[in-house]
């Protein structure tokens, strides 16, 4: 299994990436997905070059397919509780309504911005057979539906080391059960403060000094 960056790390490293020559649907994705090279109108390879992410960060996915549609008709027969339609996130795979698919990389608001592959980096050119791999912002009434994979938990590090300005007051607070961090024993010095995380800091304090 793979991690929604890991997905994402593999398809940016794409890029850029063109099929060769124009026009001839010949790409590395394709031969992979086909076993052999591969060239003409019969071959467009947006959804290879998903496929092709995915089983490079280790995670093959359940349909293996050219086909934008089956890969989401399977999907909502199989795994309904995995096809959205709003309230997309990183990683999610989107069935575009004009035929074509991408892994999204970022949401807001009415647009998402997913890595494309077969596709044109602006609007003059063919957006579902243009040939090279894009990151393109698409307003969101142009999908279809999101499918979102299965993805492993991302294991965040713990964010326990202060920086040198605040280390010696890190380490007061720690030393004198002011700053315990959570169950795991992370600290989490960066985050953003609660006011009923503030309080609780505030009433420990007030008990050391003995006004509790």
Known sequence: MATTKGVLDVARKELGVKESPANSNNVKYNTWYYGKSVSGS????????????????????????????????????????QVKTSAPRAGD???????????VESASGNSITAIEGNTS??????QSNGGMVCRRTRQTYTVKAYIRPNYDKEVKPMDNTPSPAHKEAVEWAKKNGILTGNSSGDLMLSQTLTRQQMCTMLYRFAKKIGKV
């Not at 795979?93 to 892994?103: A, K, L, Q, S």
């Not at 980096?121 to 063919?126: A, K």
């Open 121 to 126: 980096p602006g609007s003059s050119g063919s």
């Open 42 to 81: 019969a071959y467009p390879w947006c959804m290879c070059f998903v496929q092709w992410c995915f089983a490079r960060a280790d995670m093959r996915l359940p349909c293996v397919t050219a086909s934008c549609g089956e890969l989401l008709n399977w999907y909502k027969r199989n795994h309904p509780d």
């Open 93 to 103: 795979i989107v069935i575009y309504t004009f035929g074509h698919t991408g892994i």
